[in-house]
């Protein structure tokens, strides 16, 4: 009985799993049919919205691309719909189509185009037709122009012709009667003309020399004669050349005496000759200064400067350099300098800063000292020639190039030929005969130097040496080749 109960109580359990079972496996069923129906509507959904937007960005690019075909950039279709309108009833107002649109617009203003293009045409051709007729009425007319034109010009040939044949023969006339006339203007100018020269000549008389004077005024043996004026020419003409010839002499003599050295006047000549000695005492010695061309009135040790004064500071340079000498002695030799300096400003028309370039300590430079030099006056322009083989180094044409800049730097001029202006010759003399660059000297070198000595000797003009120059601007050989290259340089 027991077992039976027990039997009966598995038997209901398993029908009661059984039926579980059954519930479970169709509720399970109902499940996920219900899910993979949510899935296919999902999907199903999902193709639908991508074919939705698929169609909403046609219809936009479709829109786009509409925008650009009527040209413009508003995404409204109700503001594009009232722009539209606005053209239509202001600006196209006049269009006559049944359908208002942008494309019924085009088509209406491309007929009217045509029309006007037709119309340009017609108006093309009939100003081509009014073009042609002009042209051919003015080739009609430049054709009879021309023709007047040719008969107008053989008329004026022939009138011109005319016109030169009576010219020609009236310029013959007229140049036969100039030549008679000027003929007669010549012939009474130079009448007036010897006149006027026969009238100077007579006041000649007395300034020639006693033997020239008796020639001069001879009167000829024939009365009837023309006075002798051709021949009285030739006599002043010799006066004046015998003239000119002592005056070169004397002045010869003078230059020569000029570069006396005080113990011999001249060659064979000594002071005792009384009126050799009142010559040369009358004229300044090359070894001397003639005069003193200013003072130095103030003297600064600490930067070794000076204040100078002169009568005038005209024509003074800076870079001018000046000895100075005692003023104790108004005529001191050269040599007796106590030192130099050296113009580097012109303050006033009396007064000029300097700096001191040479001195002696137990000669030093004081106030009231006089300074000069021969290589400037005031309100003159000193001119030096340089001649002669000039050899500092480095060549004839830098050397000389050198010398001439440190003359210039002194405040003289160096000029090329002697005149009444010129202070001084510098004579290099010629080049000695074992100089290797002696190639550089020329004959015509040596030709200008000889000129210019024999213009210096007619003028009187002293001629120093290259040692002379140096002196006088307190440099000896070797500085002033340093001075005068820096110069050539700069």
Known sequence: ?????????????????VMLTFVLAVTTYLFFKQKFDAENAATAAAEKA???QTDFDTLTKDFGRLRELIGT????????EAEQNQLFE???????????????????????????????????????????DAERSLSQANEAKTKAEQARDEAEAAQKKEAEDFA??????????????????????????????IEELRKLGPLLSPEARRRYETPPADSSEAEPWPERVRIVLKELTDRQKAIRDLNGLLSSLRVADGMQVAPGVRPGDSLQKAVADSLP??????????????????????????????????????AVFDPAEPRPPVGSQKGMVQVTEVQSDTLARGVIREDDIERTILPGDGVA??????????????????????????????????VERAGATAVETVGPRTAAVVDAGPPPAAAGSATAWKASDEGQRKKAL????????RVIGVDAIYDMLGLDREAAGRLGAAAVAY
């Open 454 to 461: 024999e213009a210096a000797k007619g003028f009187g003009v």
């Open 90 to 132: 202001g600006r196209y107002s006049n269009y006559d189509g049944a359908q208002k649109s942008y494309l019924g617009l085009v088509r209406w203003l491309d007929q009217g185009l045509k029309a006007r293009e037709k119309l340009m045409d017609d108006q093309a051709a009939d100003s081509e037709k009014h073009r042609a």
């Open 168 to 197: 020609s023969r009236r310029a013959e006339h007229e140049k036969s009667m100039e030549g008679v006339v000027g003929e007669q203007k010549k012939a009474l100018a130079q009448s007036e003309q010897t006149k006027a020269i």
């Open 73 to 80: 950039d508003m995404d409204d279709v109700a503001t594009i």
């Open 373 to 406: 030099t021969n290589l400037w006056r005031p309100g003159e322009s000193t001119e030096i020639v340089i001649v002669g083989y000039v050899d500092l180094g480095g060549g004839l044409k830098q050397s000389r190039a050198a010398l001439k800049s440190l």
């Open 50 to 52: 991508k074919q939705v």
């Open 285 to 322: 010695l090359d070894d001397r200064i003639e005069g003193f061309d200013g003072r130095v009135v103030d003297v600064d040790e600490r930067d070794r400067s000076v204040i100078l004064s002169f009568s005038s500071t005209e024509g003074m340079r800076p870079g001018l350099l000046l």
């Open 1 to 17: 009985m027991a077992a039976n109960r027990t039997l009966t109580t598995l038997s209901i359990a398993l029908i009661v799993f």
